[in-house]
């Protein structure tokens, strides 16, 4: 049976409407409850990963009018910005471009993720500024200062992604692990959310087009389209949101081995239209392919689902400081891609705030001071069955859990409109 945006917003008004999550509609199929069309109206989903395909465009005062003519370069908390594309001649204003990828140039493992973080923490930003007369000057600026900073997305919330090994018999330096990867498929890495990524609860983007509203790292947002290289047997999506309502506990900086990524998190909610997008969402963990990858050579060499990741895992690191044995060098603390452990007075700290859950600090401590199971990936190749421990996770799933959980409550509570597409993106 066909159900229209329009007839689920006025149960909604109502208070008639029945809204999951993803995840919870996952544990009734595990249950093996029946879910039909009449029995569930409203599906939140979120995702939360690296995603690399992000930038800021951001407008601010920098200088009083005639201060200089223009500005030729310039770095925020060293991080460079591409100036435009507005010149904004002898306005003492700048129109700056920040790619997430971008790297900063006093601190090799702090990126544009790390610096969208502290802005939206209100943290004050350095800006140092070289004009196109040479001229060299710095000065300070806030997110609450700045009139326009918004955050887009070219390449966010695939459908599924990729887990990776490498196969080769040397270590592989690559964005898709926080230290060299190991040689000889000894250790797995892996992205994606699985039954409650957004996209996957609408491959067919029924509900899902230009215009459809969502969360964006908390703030509401819009997609604009597909992302690049995206393909209706693999999608992604462009969007956009303001970075002033954003929450920092759901973005910041990853550091891989070569370098830090951008971390962002998405929410959408899906209106139960059909029955096909029924039968997206109740496809679980298991249902769902998740490719893996030679890091190496970039090549599929076998495929799993992502059950290996998610199924009787642990979403979190547990944290048992009291077995420490205070090593010499602590590798958790060398190696944190968050930078979320570090020592105070001679003990171990675990900041739950910066924690990606992530995992690897299981996987390099002696002791077991961090502990959690990762899963191990199951697959074939055309000679051979590998089983290849989880050593890293560049998606967390517990926030992504806790983040479809706050989009329900917002529907509920009327503070998140549905709203129908302006235009299919596959059509």
């Known amino acids: 049976m066909e159900h229209s945006v329009a007839k689920i917003r006025e149960k909604l008004e109502r208070k008639e409407a029945v809204v999951m999550t993803a995840q919870e509609v996952s544990k009734l199929v595990d249950r093996g409850e029946n879910i039909s069309t009449m029995n569930v109206d409203v599906v939140t989903t979120a995702t939360r990963a690296i995603m690399s395909g992000t930038y800021a465009v951001l407008s601010f005062p920098v200088n009083s009018p005639l201060g200089f003519r223009r500005a030729a370069e310039v770095f925020l908390n060293g991080v460079p910005a591409y100036v435009g594309p507005c010149p904004n001649e002898n306005l003492g204003m700048l129109d700056l471009i920040i790619f997430g990828t971008a790297h900063s140039t006093h601190k090799h493992s702090y990126g544009a993720g790390h610096l969208f973080r502290e802005m939206a923490e209100g943290k004050s930003i350095d800006v140092s500024v070289v004009t196109d007369e040479n001229v060299s000057f710095k000065s300070e600026i806030k997110l609450a200062d700045m009139p326009y900073a918004k955050l887009y997305a070219t390449r966010h919330a695939f459908k599924n992604y990729a887990a990776f090994v490498n196969c080769s018999s040397k270590p592989v330096s690559t964005i898709f692990h926080a230290v060299q990867f190991s040689p000889d498929m000894n250790g797995a890495t892996l992205s994606g959310c699985g039954e409650i990524n957004p996209v996957q609860n609408d491959p067919k983007m029924e509900t899902i087009g230009i215009g459809t509203r969502m969360l964006m790292n908390g703030a509401e947002g819009f997609v604009i389209g597909e992302g690049t290289r995206s393909s209706p047997g693999k999608p992604n999506l462009t969007g956009v949101a303001d970075m002033h309502n954003m929450d920092p506990a759901l973005m910041g900086g990853f550091k891989t081995s070569t370098g830090p990524e951008c971390i962002a998190s998405w929410a959408i909610a899906?209106?139960?239209?059909?029955?096909?997008?029924?039968?997206?969402?109740?496809?679980?963990?298991?249902?769902?392919?998740?490719?893996?990858?030679?890091?190496?050579?970039?090549?599929?060499?076998?495929?799993?689902?992502?059950?290996?990741?998610?199924?009787?895992?642990?979403?979190?690191?547990?944290?048992?400081?009291?077995?420490c044995l205070n090593c010499e060098i602590c590798k958790p603390v060398r190696d944190c891609p968050m930078e979320a452990i570090y020592r105070k007075d001679d003990r171990v700290i675990l900041d739950r705030y910066l924690c990606f859950n992530c995992g690897l600090c299981t996987t390099i401590c002696p002791e077991k001071v961090f502990t959690a199971k990762l899963g191990t990936l199951h697959f074939e190749t055309d000679a051979e069955h590998f089983d290849v421990p989880i050593v890293l996770r560049q998606s967390d799933r517990k926030r992504s859990e806790e983040l479809a959980e706050k989009l329900k409550k917002k529907v509920i509570d009327g503070e998140f409109k549905l709203n129908e597409m302006v235009e299919k993106i596959y059509p």
């Open 270 to 323: 899906i209106p139960v239209t059909s029955q096909s997008v029924l039968d997206a969402i109740l496809k679980t963990d298991k249902d769902i392919p998740m490719v893996v990858n030679d890091v190496d050579k970039r090549v599929m060499i076998g495929s799993s689902t992502y059950a290996d990741a998610w199924k009787n895992t642990d979403p979190s690191v547990s944290f048992n400081p009291g077995v």
